[in-house]
């Protein structure tokens, strides 16, 4: 699986880490240990700098908590990586450990069990241990003694906003068309915006390609769409059955005054 997540960062995080008997992370900034839960054993990289603990980015009592439950912690200072490796599954993206993340932000992450993403970020992970310094109970003891000054919050109206779920479930659809079917609208018009579409898109090898549909539709941009194209006539067989490759749906498109709607698709180089 390979999947983009957003508002539901930290509860997946959660519910993958409790149920995971191998954790591996290197995470910028750490201050809430009840966001992303660890064990003996377990394997947490930040950046527990001087400034880093004194600006309120990193917390000393959250690092001596796991400090105390046995996690193998190390200080890397200009880490900026949000790495997660639990099990089989890991998840890269852009959201520290804290309350801020986790209530404030609009945070992004891809979550996957591809042994090739996971492989990656274990390796990452690793290589960024080696070259952090161990954190030992020395250590915990220095940093607790570092004055905070904490940066101010963001404004509290911002935590309603941040609650929304950003709608990123991409949907395939296997399409069938016919062959001879006449647009009602002007042409030239939805040709233009075919043209708008692929320049927008801006990669090189790109084709823009669109069809009609008539009625409601549940097609959203950023869906997946593979195309079967068919003469409109009956034909006994299924070798005039064209099969169009994949392509992801970049705008909905309806004229003024024209019932129907055109899907206009992207697909060739990226694809």
Excluded at 3 to 32: E, F, H, L, N, P
Excluded at 232 to 248: D, E, F, L, N
Excluded at 250 to 260: C, L, S
Aim: charge should be positive.
């Amino acid at each position: 699986m390979l999947k983009v997540i957003s508002a539901d960062i930290w509860r997946t995080i959660q519910r993958k880490a409790k149920g995971s008997t191998y954790r591996r992370a290197a995470i910028a900034y750490v201050t809430d240990p009840d966001l992303l839960p660890l064990r003996a054993g377990d394997v947490l990289v930040t950046d527990a700098s001087n400034a880093s603990i004194a600006a309120g980015r990193t917390s000393a009592a959250a690092l001596e908590k796991y400090y105390k439950s046995g996690v193998l912690l190390y200080n890397l200072p200009n880490l900026h990586a949000k790495v997660l490796v639990l099990d089989d599954w890991a998840v890269v993206g852009s959201a520290n450990a804290s309350q801020h993340s986790a209530l404030v932000y609009f945070e992004a992450a891809v979550l996957s069990d591809r042994p090739a993403l996971t492989g990656q970020a274990e390796k990452l992970v690793t290589f960024l241990a080696k070259e952090g310094e161990p954190v030992d109970q020395a250590f915990i003891k220095r940093i607790l003694a570092i004055p905070v000054t904490r940066v101010p919050r963001a404004p509290a109206g911002t935590r309603a906003k941040r609650r929304a779920n950003p709608p990123l479930e991409q949907k395939s659809w296997l399409v069938s068309l016919h062959g001879d079917v006449t647009y009602r609208g002007d042409q030239q018009v939805v040709e233009k915006v075919n043209k708008r579409v692929l320049k927008e898109f801006g990669t090189r090898g790109a084709v823009a390609d669109w069809f009609i549909w008539s009625g409601n539709t549940k097609f959203r941009g950023g869906d997946e769409i593979v195309e079967c194209w068919r003469p409109r006539a009956k034909i006994p067989t299924t070798r005039s059955v064209r099969v169009h490759r994949h392509g992801h749906i970049r705008k909905i498109f309806q004229e003024p005054g024209v019932k129907t709607k055109t899907v206009h698709c992207v697909c060739g180089a990226g694809f």
